[in-house]
């Protein structure tokens, strides 16, 4: 009897270790399917106005904006339609929610980490190669690890945000989606004061505790927020 316990706690185990994977496996690359394309636009399109920078003699470009600074926005799209594609499926099949809320748990890391080092290395490579054409860079030098870091946390939590704002039209429909919509964007908000990326120039940097606190905030409440929108989801949306 013992024996046939532990082998069905084992199944079960590998069942949901499987369907994680499943899970982490097409966050992360229904995710890359399209950010491939994203990133190779955005390159072609910085490229298209440094080249109008240089025939023109404009005032400058800043290595932080453009698809460096803006990879969370496409993340956060993505977010929202990934989860919306394989809950109804992964639930008929046999998953679980706990085995979606940790597929989406470690595919949105996972991207989020991805997409925030392609955008530091944008941030590294662009001064250069605007030096080779002599066009001037604008804003202030910042350090890169710190660029990095914070990269990360957006990205994370506009993932993790995207993700929930999918399940709570998929659960609570059209109204009362709407309603939680507004609660579901303050982690992204409070991360985006934190780190005043994407912020109005001229306003006050916060302190490095403010930044530090700001983001793991905005993580735990984005992350937590995931969690609850997964953990006692319906296999049939609501509509209405």
């Not at 506009?158 to 998929?170: C, D, K, P, R, W």
Request: aromatic share 10%.
């Amino acid at each position: 009897m013992t024996t046939t316990l532990e082998a069905r706690r084992e199944a079960v185990a590998d069942h949901e270790r499987r369907a994680t994977r499943a899970v982490t496996q097409y966050a992360v690359g229904g995710t890359w399917y399209i950010g491939i394309w994203y990133f190779v636009v955005s390159v072609v399109a910085a490229v298209v106005v440094i080249t109008i920078e240089v025939r023109n003699g404009g005032v400058g470009i800043n290595p932080a904006a453009g698809p460096a600074g803006s990879a969370r926005f496409f993340l956060f799209v993505m977010a929202i339609l990934l989860p919306l594609m394989i809950t109804p499926v992964h639930l008929a099949a046999g998953g679980t929610r706990r085995t979606l809320t940790r597929g989406f748990l470690r595919g949105g890391a996972a991207v989020g980490l991805m997409f925030a080092a392609v955008s530091t290395l944008l941030v590294v490579v662009q001064p250069v190669v605007l030096g080779w054409l002599d066009v001037p860079v604008v804003g202030d030098p910042f350090p890169i690890l710190t660029y990095l870091g914070t990269q990360v946390a957006l990205c994370i939590v506009y993932v993790f945000t995207g993700n929930a704002i999918a399940i709570s039209y998929y659960r609570f429909g059209g109204w009362v989606g709407t309603a939680v919509l507004l609660l579901l964007l303050l982690p992204p908000a409070l991360a985006e004061y934190a780190t005043t990326v994407g912020l109005v120039t001229g306003l006050p940097l916060p302190s490095p505790a403010v930044v530090v606190v700001g983001c793991a905030v905005a993580l735990a409440a984005s992350a937590t927020a995931l969690w609850f929108m997964f953990r006692d989801l319906q296999v049939r949306p609501r509509v209405g």
